[in-house]
C-alpha cells in the first residue's frame, strides 16, 4: 500500500468540514454563468453528446406529464443499476406499466435523400458499454446490444427534424435484429441492431402516437399501493 494511500485511510468523511466540501461540489454549477456552461458543453462533443441525452430524458417527461394526461405516473431509473431496468422511464397507463428506452439521432448520420425527397439518419440502439447479456438457453454472452424484450418502448426525439420537443416511438419487439456474422443465426434473433433507421417524415414503422403502441401485449401490471 502506497504512502498516499495509507495517509487518505486516516481521513473522516464525516467531519463538517468534509461534508462542507460534497456540497460545494453540487453548488459548482450554480457558480458558474449559463452563458460560460452552454459554451463549454458546445465546446466538447461528447460531454454535449451525453448532456442532450439527459436533455431529451427531462423533456420527455414534461411532454408526457403535458400531454398525455392518461398517464398516471413516470418514474426515472438509477443510472448505475441498469441490470434491473434496462430502460430510462417506466410510464403507468391504464393499469400497466411499460418500460421506455430514450435514444437521440446520430448527428453525423442526419441527411436528405433527394430521391425520397425527406430527411433520413441513424439512431443509436445499444447501451454504453459490454455487458453479460443472459440468452433463452441460459448461455450469456458479452455485448452492447439489447435483447428483444429489454424495455418496452423505443423513443427517439425529433428535435432535429422539427425544431420542437415532439417524440417517434417504435415498440421493441418491431425494431431490427442483429444480423452480425460473428453471432450464430438463433443468437441474432434475440439480439437487436445497434441502430434504426429514422425519416422525417416518418415512414409507417414509427409513429408519434405512444399511447396507441400499449396494450396488454407489452409491460406489465401496474403494482398497487395501498396508503
Known amino acids: 500500500m502506497s504512502r498516499g494511500s495509507r495517509g487518505r485511510r486516516k481521513c473522516d468523511p464525516s467531519h463538517p468540514a468534509a461534508l462542507a466540501a ?6 459548482m454549477i450554480d ?3 449559463a452563458a460560460d456552461l452552454v459554451e463549454a458543453i458546445k465546446r466538447a462533443p461528447s460531454l454535449r453528446g451525453m448532456v442532450l441525452g439527459y436533455v431529451a430524458e427531462e423533456m420527455f417527461e ?3 406529464s403535458e400531454t398525455l394526461t392518461q398517464v398516471t405516473d413516470i418514474v426515472k431509473h438509477d443510472d448505475h443499476k441498469r441490470t434491473a431496468n434496462k430502460s430510462d422511464r417506466t410510464i403507468t397507463y391504464n393499469g400497466r406499466q411499460y418500460s421506455i428506452q430514450l435514444k437521440s439521432l446520430q448527428t453525423n448520420s442526419i441527411g436528405y435523400s433527394e430521391e425520397n425527397a425527406r430527411l433520413e439518419a441513424t439512431v443509436q440502439n445499444d447501451g454504453s458499454d459490454r455487458r453479460d447479456v443472459a440468452l433463452r438457453d441460459g448461455a450469456k454472452i458479452q455485448t452492447t446490444l439489447y435483447r428483444r424484450g429489454d424495455y418496452d418502448v423505443l423513443a427517439v426525439p425529433l428535435f432535429p427534424f422539427t425544431g420542437t420537443w415532439d417524440f417517434a416511438y417504435k415498440r421493441n419487439r418491431d425494431c431490427r435484429s442483429c444480423t452480425h456474422p460473428a453471432y450464430p443465426a438463433e443468437v441474432r434473433r434475440q439480439l437487436l ?3 434504426e433507421v429514422i425519416t422525417y417524415p416518418l415512414d409507417k ?3 408519434t402516437d405512444l399511447l396507441s403502441l400499449l396494450d396488454e401485449s407489452l409491460g406489465k401490471p401496474a ?5
Open 205 to 207: 414503422t414509427w409513429t
Open 22 to 27: 460534497r456540497n460545494r461540489v453540487s453548488q
Open 62 to 64: 414534461r411532454h408526457v
Open 31 to 33: 457558480a458558474i454563468a
Open 193 to 195: 441492431a445497434s441502430t
Open 223 to 227: 403494482i398497487r399501493t395501498t396508503r
